[in-house]
């Protein structure tokens, strides 16, 4: 069975911390997505990876920065945490071909910035 | 650009009765469609999707969505709810512009409540 996992579901951290949000995916996936999904917001796009190495802006992408050096692990950056930072973040792969693949969605990381 | 509006961030119907989620879009070029249900606490999930070919789509679960390009719609139905089906749903939208590294652009979301 498909799988996309979050390495935590539930983190607090505090002001200007450097925080690393982890996800891992093992269906050899090309894409990758971060997502941040906070109340009457929906799921707004952070940053995208269409490859290994390869990433782009997606609409939020202020604050957050990503790595991806292996095909299977998309890694979530944030440089300085700040309070408004506090969200659910979702991750997400998917495989290239026709717009007919569908996304799998890791469970969430829920993160407090104190 | 494409964007999404989900009429209603709650809905609340009875069990057994009609299930009816809305969702417009806008896209320059013709978008391909989706809904997504995420239960608590958990990632989401594909319900049903539109690319092309017949309008109406059937999914998961008993539900269906039909693709209007008239009313630039594509509204989820269920004829009848079920208590399981309570939950949050997203309607997404691409246009595909991306080629085979498409992004999708998510609705605000719409929680189901269902009562007993």
């Known amino acids: 069975d498909v799988k996309v996992t979050q390495s935590s579901r539930y983190l607090v951290k505090r002001t200007g911390e450097k925080v690393f949000l982890e996800c891992v995916q093992d269906m050899d996936h090309e894409n990758m997505f971060w997502y941040r999904q906070d109340p009457g917001l929906g799921l707004r796009l952070i940053y995208f990876s269409y490859d290994v190495k390869m990433k782009e802006k997606g609409d939020i992408p202020e604050g957050y920065s990503v790595s991806r050096e292996k095909k299977e692990r998309f890694s979530l950056i944030l440089e300085s945490a700040s309070t408004n930072q506090t969200s659910m973040y979702l991750c997400?792969?998917?495989?290239?071909?026709?717009?007919?693949?569908?996304?799998?969605f890791g469970s969430g990381t829920q993160l407090s910035v104190l | 650009a494409q964007s999404v509006t989900q009429l209603g961030s709650h809905v609340s119907v009875s069990e057994g009765a009609l299930v009816l989620l809305r969702c417009n879009y806008s896209s320059s070029v013709p978008p391909y469609l989706f809904w997504y249900v995420q239960y608590p606490n958990q990632g989401l999930q594909l319900l049903l999707k539109y690319t092309t070919g017949a309008t109406l789509v059937k999914g998961i679960n008993g539900f269906e969505a039909e693709f209007k390009k008239s009313e630039t719609s594509f509204h989820l139905t269920k004829p009848s709810a079920h208590m399981s089906d309570a939950a949050e749903y997203f309607c997404?939208?691409?246009?595909?512009?991306?080629?085979?590294?498409?992004?999708?652009?998510f609705g605000k979301g719409t929680l189901l409540t269902v009562n007993p």
């Open positions: 997400a792969s998917r495989s290239t071909g026709t717009v007919n693949e569908k996304l799998f």
């Open positions: 997404a939208v691409t246009d595909n512009s991306g080629g085979s590294n498409y992004k999708l652009t």
